[in-house]
């Protein structure tokens, strides 16, 4: 319960990676507040959150739009009292495997705006509610894509990368508040997110996206792995960590 009464916003946290940090959260102790803008999976996330005997609340967020992102965390600090940490993990991957040259512009802006530009949008509106708490954690989730290699997507890889930039010019910056700054680069994991992924690639090579799903699912890692991570670096535990976190 190392994580007992902290007020922790998760972006994106109805599925994938955002949505087992949110469980992990919850039975450690947090109030959880999940932002996404799938409100179904995310309802259900708080519910399993309540099950376990924890506390949550959904905010339907699209982390593109200021408004909801300022919404999000003023509905946190209303509903209990303060926020502590928030984690980013609103994300899309689009245009896998399409050449730079037939890359669309549209696909572009959508993954930078979701991914890039919705970062910076939350942390925004986040750093005045973490300064009114006295101090806090800010964990944005970025990506060995666009960090320590390539992506199967230009934007994808570009955004990632942008993220991890922006967390590590973060730093320095909070650090006089008693803001604890993080970036963690995932590997591959078995979300929604990489699942599509594997399968478009494989629909593109004209082989069946579902066969190819299935033979890479035993080896890709467990999101809650990652989640478990997450939830540290939001404790007091994870005090003198710093830098960049790579994970498998």
């Not at 102790?29 to 309802?43: K, S």
């Not at 009292?81 to 669309?104: K, N, Q």
């Not at 009114?132 to 992506?151: E, K, W």
């Not at 629909?203 to 066969?211: I, K, L």
Request: charged fraction near 20%; proline fraction near 3%; hydrophobic fraction near 40%.
């Amino acid at each position: 319960m190392r994580l007992r009464d902290k007020v922790i916003v998760i972006t994106g946290g109805a599925t994938g990676i955002g949505g087992a940090t949110a469980l992990v959260c919850g039975r450690e102790g947090a109030r959880v507040v999940v932002g996404d803008v799938n409100e179904a999976d995310g309802c259900k996330v708080v519910s399993q959150v309540v099950e376990a005997g924890g506390q949550a609340r959904f905010v339907r967020t699209d982390v593109t739009q200021e408004a909801d992102a300022r919404g999000l965390i003023a509905g946190a600090e209303a509903g209990f009292g303060r926020v502590d940490a928030l984690i980013t993990c609103a994300g899309v991957l689009r245009g896998s495997m399409t050449p730079v040259e037939a890359f669309e512009e549209a696909v572009w802006e959508g993954v930078i705006d979701v991914n890039l530009k919705g970062t910076f949008l939350c942390v925004k509106h986040a750093v005045p509610a973490l300064r009114r708490a006295g101090r806090g954690v800010i964990v944005c989730v970025a990506s060995g894509a666009g960090v320590r290699g390539g992506s199967s997507s230009f934007a994808y890889g570009a955004s990632k990368g942008g993220v991890h930039g922006f967390g590590l010019t973060l730093m320095d910056r909070l650090a006089a508040d008693q803001i604890r700054v993080h970036v963690v680069c995932p590997g591959n994991l078995d979300t929604p997110l990489k699942r599509a992924q594997i399968a478009e690639a494989a629909r593109q090579a004209g082989r069946s996206p579902e066969e190819a799903v299935s033979s890479q699912r035993p080896h890709l890692g467990d999101p809650e792995g990652v989640g478990r991570v997450l939830a540290f670096l939001a404790s007091e535990e994870a005090d003198y960590v710093r830098g960049t976190i790579f994970t498998r």
